[in-house]
Nanobody
Framework: QVQLQESGPGLVKPSQTLSLTCTVS??????????WHWIRHAPGKELEWVGT???????TISSSLKSRTSISRDTSKNQFSLRLNSVTPEDTAAYFC????????????WGQGTQVTVSS
């Protein structure tokens, strides 16, 4: 059974950096063709893809977030992480780590999600 678990602070101040980590169990993040993604869901908006890290470590970031977003991984811990710099209240959302071949739904695996609020 594959499980994903997000971790990180629930409150971030404007202009600071949002850092989230996803711990994967039941599947190696290096398994070929198993790709891993961050998505978010802001109130009143559609689900938004943030970025992807592939099984071989390549990353792709949404063009709208690319200038201030990075995704990395720690294969020894079977984790992948998101960093979003210079956050604003518009970055307030539920953040999910998910797994699937492509960066669009439906996804094979979902984390439970973590609410991140950007506020002073």
């Amino acid at each position: 059974q594959v499980q994903l678990q997000e971790s990180g602070p629930g409150l971030v101040k404007p202009s600071q950096t949002l850092s989230l980590t996803c711990t994967v169990s039941g599947e190696s993040i290096t398994t070929p063709y198993k790709n891993w993604h961050w998505i978010r869901h802001a109130p009143g908006k559609e689900l938004e893809w943030v970025g992807t890290i592939t099984y071989d470590g390549s990353t792709t970031i949404s063009s709208s977030l690319k200038s201030r977003t990075s995704i990395s991984r720690d294969t020894s811990k079977n984790q992948f992480s998101l960093r979003l710099n210079s956050v604003t209240p518009e970055d307030t959302a539920a953040y999910f780590c998910v797994g699937g071949l492509t960066n669009t739904a439906p996804y094979d695996y979902w984390g439970q999600g973590t609410q991140v609020t950007v506020s002073s």
